[in-house]
């Protein structure tokens, strides 16, 4: 089986966290030989995202058992930054990710993101990029 190169904004990451299936990651990485790429940012964003007051009532954890979690499914890369055109431009760095990775898959929840255009790998949602995993 081929590996899927993937970079996850980290509002999928959140989603898996808040609605406690991070098991549903596993299985991506382990039984559909997803790579799962990161970096930095990434993980800087991840950390001040669970911080917030709203999301501390669906942490069943510490927050260094999540980080710790995200680290042992990612891999991690030193970017360089250069991609400047994604609406929203806190979300560059995704794109520098995927360019740089070579990743076939953007998967993302943001509109913005998933409007940017992206020339060597697709941008999906996590229910699309599911279904494409399971066929």
Same mark, same amino acid.
């Given at each position: 089986?081929?590996?899927?190169?993937?970079?996850?904004?980290?509002?999928?990451?959140?989603?898996?966290?808040?609605?406690?299936?991070?098991?549903?990651?596993?299985?991506?990485?382990?039984?559909?030989?997803?790579?799962?790429?990161?970096?930095?940012?990434?993980?800087?964003?991840?950390?001040?995202?669970?911080?917030? @007051?709203?999301? !501390? *009532?669906? %942490?069943?954890? +510490?927050?260094?058992?999540?980080?710790?979690?995200?680290?042992?499914?990612?891999?991690?890369?030193?970017?360089?930054?250069?991609?400047?055109?994604?609406?929203?431009?806190?979300?560059?760095?995704?794109?520098?990710?995927?360019?740089?990775?070579?990743?076939?898959?953007?998967? @993302?929840?943001? !509109? *913005?993101? %998933?409007?940017? +255009?992206?020339?060597?790998?697709?941008?999906?949602?996590?229910?699309?990029?599911?279904?494409?995993?399971?066929?």
């Amino acid at each position: 089986m081929q590996e899927i190169r993937v970079v996850f904004d980290v509002n999928i990451f959140v989603s898996y966290i808040i609605s406690d299936c991070m098991n549903e990651i596993f299985d991506m990485v382990f039984k559909h030989n997803v790579c799962l790429f990161c970096n930095t940012e990434m993980q800087v964003e991840l950390e001040d995202v669970l911080k917030r @007051s709203k999301f !501390k *009532k669906y %942490l069943s954890q +510490p927050i260094a058992y999540y980080i710790d979690f995200f680290n042992k499914v990612t891999i991690f890369c030193q970017i360089i930054s250069i991609f400047q055109d994604c609406a929203d431009s806190k979300d560059n760095y995704l794109f520098d990710l995927a360019y740089q990775v070579n990743a076939h898959y953007l998967v @993302s929840g943001d !509109k *913005k993101v %998933l409007a940017t +255009p992206a020339k060597s790998f697709h941008l999906v949602t996590l229910s699309t990029f599911k279904k494409i995993i399971s066929e």
